[in-house]
């Protein structure tokens, strides 16, 4: 038996997926009760009033090509919140099976886990190295029922890049026992190659990317799963059917047309940019302890009065993320990165 049906619920492995309306595009639909006008006018025939196409074949290639996988390798669905559901979904049983978090993290890998009624494995990342991954911890906390490792590089809300050779070491270590998923959101953002070349020899790890972030289109919701084509396929049997809307579809193929990813590329720099800058100057800011570097487009910053530092950007008209629920961050902000006058007019407000 191959080992992602091992991995996986046995009774997702053995679920007949649901058939949609099959995709024949040289054909006039008359199969999917759809109306055959559009009363938003454009063309009847591809307009919103026809279902999209399930997993549109012109949006996985272009993500392939992208990021260097086979389109077999590539699940879309509506950002990779989409993709963290369905993996903890696929691979969990309630009341049985486990998922490991290092935090402080992104937060939708526990809440996915606990709605599928799983238990949630935390092993904190080590704050007094640079919320560095603590290797020897993951792997001596993952037991028989740990279906899924869930690591974040750049990790949120730390902003920090995790050690790619421990990454690589853990999943090899959890060799077709646990999914190990890296979550590269705001890799982009980093100097660092994706871990995605790192897929064929290591097939029990997964790498989550997003057009939310570097792209600019968190409105469209769109986001991929890279990982073992097996893994593709038993996710492709849960997810809703048709996951990517019509416009989302059209504002991802523009987004990645080669002059929209040029300019892209120019934007990231300016964006690098902008966050040295702040890097450089919030340290100098009475009422601010400590500002950790960053490889993503936020910074995490510690103040002696966090409460007061968002009074004031409320009253600049600016919001900054409360990340004092996090564990361990008692007294952090999160700060996303924004255009040159809004970081300026922050700057301003807590000087
Ligand atoms: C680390 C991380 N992963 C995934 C997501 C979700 O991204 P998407 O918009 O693709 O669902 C976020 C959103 O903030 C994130 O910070």
Redesign the pocket.
Known sequence: MSWVRELARPDIAALKAYEHAAWRPQLERLHANELPWSPLGGDPAGGLNRYPEPQPRALINRLAALYEVTPESVLVGR???EAIDLICRAFCRAGHDEVLVCPPT?G?YSVAARIQGAQVIEVPLRSEHGFALDETAVLEHCGPSTKVVFL?SPN?PTGNLLDAQAMRRIARARDARSLVVV?E??IEFADRASLSAALREQPNLAV?R?L?KAHGL?GA?C?ALLADPQVIALLRKIIPPYAVPRLTLEAALAALEPAALEDTRALLTTLRQERARMLRELPGLAGVIRVWPSDANFLLAEFTDPSTALERAAAAGLLVRDARSYPGLARALRISIGTPRQNSRLLEAWS
């Open positions: 950002g990779s919140d992104f939708m974040c949120n979550d959101a705001y989550l997003t939310s968190a919701r986001g």
